[in-house]
C-alpha cells in the first residue's frame, strides 16, 4: 500500500540552485496539494491541483511551479533556491477533495 | 487568510488522564479534520467530521463538529505514551469546489510523561 510517496526524504541546496521535489500516489486522486512546515506553524499550502492539467496557486506559490500531466504525479519545482524556502514540504491527494492523505515529507535546507 | 485558532499549543499531561483540545475561527467551516504528525512523518487523518454538531469517536479518540460550525474539539481519553505528538485540526470551507483545500491550525503538541 504505497499511497503518496514523495522523494527525495532529505535534500541540502546552494542558494541559487534549482531542484523538483517528486510526488506521486497510487490511489487514482484527483486532487493533488504541496504544503510547506515551518517549525511551530501549520501548514501552509503552495499549490494544488484539481486534476490533470489543472494546477493553481495556494497561499504561498511564489517561488515554485508545479506541474500535472498526470493523475498519479504532481512535481514540485522550486527554480532559485533561498534561504527562506528551508522547510519541510509535504504533497497530499485526496478522493474529493475533503480528507487529504499525506506523504511523509521532503526536508529541505537551503544554504 | 483564513485562520484557525488551535488551543493548547503543547501540553504535558500524565498517563491515564484525558486529554482535550480545540480548534476556532471566524469563518464558518463545511468540514473539520484532525490530524496527528509523529516525529519526521506525514499527518496522519484521525477524524472527519462533516455535520454541525456531529461526534465521531475513533478508538480513545473523539472530536465534535461545533453546532456554530466555527469551532471543533478533540478529546483523547486515558492516554498513554503513544499518543505524544502534534494534533493538527483542519477545516474545509469549499466542499468539493474548486478549491478543496484544507486551512490548518498551528498543532497541539502532546507529551506524556510515562
Known amino acids: 500500500n504505497a499511497g503518496v510517496t514523495q522523494t527525495p526524504k532529505f535534500r541540502i541546496l546552494k542558494i541559487g540552485q534549482s531542484m523538483t521535489l517528486q510526488c506521486t500516489q497510487d490511489?487514482?486522486?484527483?486532487?493533488m496539494y504541496w504544503y510547506r512546515q515551518d517549525p511551530g506553524m501549520g501548514l501552509k499550502l503552495i499549490y494544488y491541483?484539481?486534476?490533470?492539467?489543472?494546477?493553481d496557486k495556494g497561499e504561498v506559490p511564489n517561488g515554485y511551479n508545479v506541474s500535472r500531466s498526470t493523475t498519479e504525479d504532481f512535481p514540485l519545482r522550486l527554480e532559485l533556491a533561498a534561504p527562506s524556502q528551508t522547510s519541510v514540504y509535504f504533497c497530499?491527494?485526496?478522493?474529493?477533495?475533503?480528507?487529504?492523505?499525506f506523504g511523509q515529507g521532503t526536508r529541505l535546507t537551503v544554504v | 487568510g483564513q485562520q484557525l485558532n488551535q488551543s493548547p499549543q503543547s501540553m504535558f499531561i500524565q498517563e491515564g488522564e484525558d486529554v482535550s483540545m480545540n480548534c476556532t475561527s471566524s469563518?464558518?467551516?463545511?468540514?473539520w479534520l484532525w490530524y496527528k504528525q509523529d516525529p519526521g512523518e506525514g499527518p496522519v487523518l484521525l477524524i472527519a467530521?462533516?455535520?454541525?454538531?456531529e461526534l465521531t469517536s475513533n478508538g480513545r479518540l473523539t472530536a465534535q463538529f461545533g453546532i456554530t460550525r466555527k469551532d471543533s474539539f478533540l478529546n483523547i481519553s486515558a492516554s498513554i505514551p503513544s499518543d505524544v505528538g502534534i494534533y493538527f485540526c483542519?477545516?474545509?470551507?469549499?466542499?468539493?469546489?474548486?478549491?478543496?483545500?484544507?486551512?490548518f491550525g498551528k498543532g497541539t503538541k502532546l507529551s506524556v510523561k510515562p
Open positions: 497530499a491527494s485526496s478522493y474529493r477533495g475533503v480528507e487529504a492523505f
Open positions: 490511489m487514482n486522486h484527483n486532487y
Open positions: 491541483s484539481v486534476g490533470a492539467g489543472i494546477t
Open positions: 469563518s464558518i467551516f463545511n468540514t
Open positions: 467530521l462533516y455535520k454541525a454538531g
Open positions: 483542519a477545516g474545509q470551507l469549499d466542499y468539493g469546489g474548486s478549491q478543496g483545500n484544507l486551512i
